[in-house]
């Protein structure tokens, strides 16, 4: 039975593995390069020609990329540090293909920012990859008997990659984080211990995407 456990778990990866890489396989390779620009603008819809053009072609990408990273919160939990800066150069630092990356600053962003507004914005940085972000989560705080209380988020976040050339999305990811801090002398309120507990599961999940979408574009 745990033979064929490990049999059935190893099968399952290698399926996993066989969707994720399905661009570098021949068959996606032999066919046209797309061209055109194929984002609309809200309320309308792709004419049955570009449909077809988009899933018969495939995006080709530029040796060196630079990269742009969309904040799409209500409520920015991410905090932009020099620090965290250097952690994403760090990650892409072995990536052969991005070269650069780049927070766009909230003051280019229109009160309801739409897919082609925002790629619009990352074409003016002149980026080829736009990434979009957004999380949500789920925060609550309980007293207990041995320490001060404690903090616990349960947060999500979802990105997905635009080409900006063509406004196609070729690769989406999630990332899911459960996080308990306990309280301490430094937090002079519930809401401080629950900041940083949002804080830290944010900072867990951003990495997480950070690497999976270096991984996938360092093919």
């Known amino acids: 039975m745990k033979s ?3 049999l059935m778990f190893l099968v399952s990866c290698a399926q996993m593995q066989a969707l994720k890489d399905y661009t570098l396989t021949e068959e996606y390779q032999k066919k046209e390069k797309l061209d055109g620009h194929f984002l609309k603008p809200e309320g309308q819809s792709l004419s049955e020609g570009e449909v077809q053009k988009l899933l018969s072609g495939k995006i080709v990408y530029q040796e060196k ?3 742009v990273l969309a904040f799409e919160d209500e409520v920015p939990l991410f905090k932009v540090t020099s620090a965290k800066e250097k952690v994403w150069k760090e990650l892409l630092s072995k990536n052969k293909k991005i070269a650069d990356i780049q927070v766009m600053p909230s003051i280019l962003k229109s009160k309801e920012s739409t897919l082609d507004s925002l790629r619009t914005m990352a074409i003016l940085m002149q980026a080829d990859l736009l990434l979009i972000l957004k999380s949500r989560h789920q925060s609550d705080f309980k007293h207990t008997f041995l320490s001060h209380g404690e903090a616990k988020t349960v947060l999500t976040v979802e990105a997905i990659a635009v080409d900006t050339r063509t406004g196609a ?3 989406s990811t999630i990332s899911s984080q459960t996080l308990t801090l306990e309280k301490e002398e430094q ?3 519930l809401r401080d211990v629950i900041e940083r507990s949002r804080l830290a599961a944010y900072d ?3 990495t997480e995407i950070m690497e999976s979408v270096s991984n996938y574009f360092n093919n």
């Open 65 to 67: 990329m630079k990269l």
């Open 187 to 189: 937090d002079f309120r």
């Open 169 to 171: 999305i070729p690769y």
């Open 4 to 6: 064929l456990f490990c």
């Open 204 to 206: 867990l999940a951003f």
